[in-house]
T-cell receptor, first 118, second 111 residues
Framework: EAGVAQSPRYKIIEKRQSVAFWCNPI?????LYWYQQILGQGPKLLIQ????????DSQLPKDRFSAERLKGVDSTLKIQPAKLEDSAVYLC????????????????FGEGSRLTVL | LAKTTQPISMDSYEGQEVNITCSHN???????ITWYQQFPSQGPRFIIQ???TKVTNEVASLFIPADRKSSTLSLPRVSLSDTAVYYC????????????FGRGTSLIVHP
């Protein structure tokens, strides 16, 4: 079974530039998550999708971050304009979870996209 | 959302058993307890999940007391490759689950 695919693996940009990350979840997984992980900290949830609807985006800095999940499959996370403090690894995860139904709660993570903002 | 508390770091030696305890005093009746492992430069990986008593798989055991206010991840006979950060998550009740990671426990296994 193919895992969660993310690209690019590494990205270096200057502050105020824009960047986009792409995620392809495991086939059939209804729920997709974007996490931000700053060095030395645990992953912080930015946004959670259920199919192509947003379940939670309370910690997404909406003035500069945006995310979409068209057709309930692939997703993109965009940052515009980037700030120095956005330097982090951006992790995408998916799970075979449906709201209101029994599930395992097991998240499958990609390898992440490492962003460095200079 | 149940808050979890874990030790920030632990040290062990190869061949020893390691127990990492997570406190979750306000766990809800239907919440499950899930543990993840994260190696450097990788995303977290599911290790084990339980609701009560004891769960064992090929990687670890999870002990949950009757009051469920804490849980202990047990790694038998650790090796250098078990050096990683371990996260405890609590949730799943009510059909809605916002997986929230804390800082985790950084385990270092020494030769």
């Amino acid at each position: 079974e193919a895992g969660v695919a993310q690209s690019p693996r590494y990205k270096i940009i200057e502050k105020r530039q824009s960047v986009a990350f792409w995620c392809n979840p495991i086939s059939g997984h209804a729920t997709l998550y974007w996490y931000q992980q700053i060095l030395g900290q645990g992953p912080k949830l930015l946004i959670q999708f259920q199919n192509n609807g947003v379940v939670d985006d309370s910690q997404l800095p909406k003035d500069r971050f945006s995310a979409e999940r068209l057709k309930g499959v692939d997703s993109t996370l965009k940052i515009q304009p980037a700030k120095l403090e956005d330097s982090a690894v951006y992790l995408c995860a998916s799970s075979p979870m449906l709201l209101g139904l029994a599930n395992t709660g097991e998240l499958f993570f990609g390898e992440g996209s490492r962003l460095t903002v200079l | 959302l149940a808050k979890t508390t874990q030790p920030i770091s632990m040290d062990s030696y190869e061949g020893q058993e390691v127990n990492i305890t997570c406190s979750h005093n306000n766990i809800a009746t239907n919440d499950y307890i899930t543990w993840y492992q994260q190696f450097p430069s990788q995303g977290p990986r599911f290790i084990i999940q339980g609701y009560k008593t004891k769960v064992t798989n090929e990687v670890a055991s999870l002990f949950i007391p009757a009051d469920r206010k804490s849980s202990t991840l047990s790694l038998p006979r650790v090796s250098l490759s078990d050096t990683a950060v371990y996260y405890c998550l609590v949730g799943l009740s009510g059909g809605s689950y916002i997986p929230t990671f804390g800082r985790g426990t950084s385990l270092i296994v020494h030769p």
